[in-house]
């Protein structure tokens, strides 16, 4: 399932404006465009949420540009519905698409390529995956809009509690702290796994945590350079076999935890540290037992390094629009003004810089953590294929779910190959 799917399903940033509203609001439906380059009004398309990350650009844009930005704005299924539909008729109601990275395979052909934007400069500013990401096919087709990485997120009262600082350093004979190594985070897990509390959690219901242990084990997450699928090497079983060890120090029913879920557990108290999406530092809420009392740490690498599976969105110019100069001139803005997305209720941005600007900020702590892990060396977006959402809901996710369950690992993982293989056929 899409990172940002999961994400809105617990994150209220934004709302739909109703089919009423549409003709009244800057949410508009978006007509057709203005035959030509000089229309000042460029429709960008947006998911339910992502006006907000885009608020301020638009209000930039138009002092900078003098153009008139009309948010459309639609559910994640819906959103995609309707790209799959314009694309596919070649006749588009707007001039920009922020795009989930797991649909560019599926647009490629249908967006123009925007290389002038990537200048030698501004590549230097975006994290090398996403560099790599948006370029398809020798061509840079979206510029990211916003970004995300899973980091480690921990107790800070517990950790640094004088009676437990003194038992784990009895029991493991070193120092409690923010773990940097997976055999400390597993100590670390294990010693607060009593008394109704536990160590960590372990997310059945999603695959990234999995894939970022695969690629911090030296593997391409289930498909290789050449789209073989490599999901029973020794990588996979690698990182399958350590996730799931987790489960004794996680709360019961892991098959069913998904990212709502862990978010919850880890809030309330009920988790000493949970690998998560680091937005959600910033949104813990005031009245949450763990309130002001939650560190931030990179995430943890393997042999291969440090390694994230980000969550970027790309902003593309479909082949189809009128307004091609304009919906570039937006999209540069966007670039430009990259960091007002994180004054948003989100809170994120794409360039290193715009998160550098806060990360010594009070209240953005987790910004450096999540610096150092879309940098890790082996940091790598999901595959590219059309497939990708199929994969991960017919597949991925139920592997998980019997593996956490007690599954054999081996098996599962046989059983998968067979299974992504059929479906890339």
């Known amino acids: 399932m899409s990172t940002r799917k999961t994400i809105n399903r617990f994150a209220t940033i934004g709302g739909l404006c109703t089919a009423v509203a549409l003709a009244a609001t800057g949410c508009g439906a978006g007509g057709p465009t203005t035959s030509g380059s000089a229309a000042s009004t460029v429709n960008v398309l947006v998911e339910a949420g992502g006006h907000a990350e885009l608020t301020g650009v638009a209000e930039q844009c138009k002092k900078d540009a003098g153009i008139d930005v009309n948010f459309v704005e639609l559910p994640y299924d819906g959103m995609f519905n309707r790209l799959s539909s314009e694309f596919s008729s070649g006749n ?5 698409a922020a795009l989930d990275s797991v649909w560019l395979p599926s647009f490629k052909d249908a967006v123009q390529p925007i290389d002038e934007l990537f200048t030698d400069e501004a590549k230097k500013d975006i994290f090398p995956a996403l560099v790599k990401e948006a370029n398809v096919d020798g061509h840079f087709i979206g510029m990211p809009a916003w970004t995300n990485a899973e980091i480690i997120l921990y107790r800070t009262d517990l950790f640094e509690d004088a009676a437990n600082k003194a038992g784990f350093k009895a029991k493991y004979g070193y120092d ?19 008394d109704g509390m536990y160590g960590t959690d372990v997310k059945g219901g999603v695959e990234t945590e999995w894939l970022a242990h695969v690629l911090q084990a030296g593997s391409p997450m289930i498909l290789d350079d050449n789209n073989n ?77 440090v390694a994230g599976v980000p969550g970027p969105w790309y902003l593309s110019v479909p082949k189809a629009t009128k307004n091609t100069d304009n919906a570039k001139k937006f999209v540069k803005c966007a670039y430009d003004y990259n960091s007002m997305g994180i004054e948003s209720s989100l809170g994120l941005a794409s360039r290193i810089s715009a998160f550098e600007k806060y990360q010594d900020k009070a209240g953005y702590e987790s910004f450096g953590p999540l610096i150092e892990t879309l940098n890790g060396n082996a940091t790598a977006t999901r595959p590219a294929t059309e497939k990708w959402q199929q994969i991960v809901d017919t597949v991925l996710v139920p592997l998980l779910q019997k593996a956490v369950a007690g599954g054999d690992s081996a098996a599962l993982l046989a059983d998968a190959k067979k299974q992504i293989q059929a479906l890339l056929k």
């Open 229 to 305: 699928v490599v999901i029973d090497n020794a990588a996979h079983m690698e990182a399958l076999d350590f996730y799931t060890s987790l489960t004794k120090y996680a709360p019961p029913g892991a098959a069913q935890v998904d990212w709502a879920a862990a978010q919850n557990l880890f809030n309330q108290g009920k988790t000493a540290m949970t690998r998560f999406w680091a937005h959600a530092y910033r949104q813990i809420p005031k009245d949450a037992p763990v309130a002001g009392k939650v560190g931030a740490a990179p995430m943890i690498g393997g042999s291969a390094g």
């Open 176 to 194: 409690l702290a923010a773990p940097t190594t997976w055999q400390q985070y597993k100590d670390i897990s294990e010693f607060f796994t009593k």
């Open 92 to 96: 588009v109601s707007f001039d920009v």
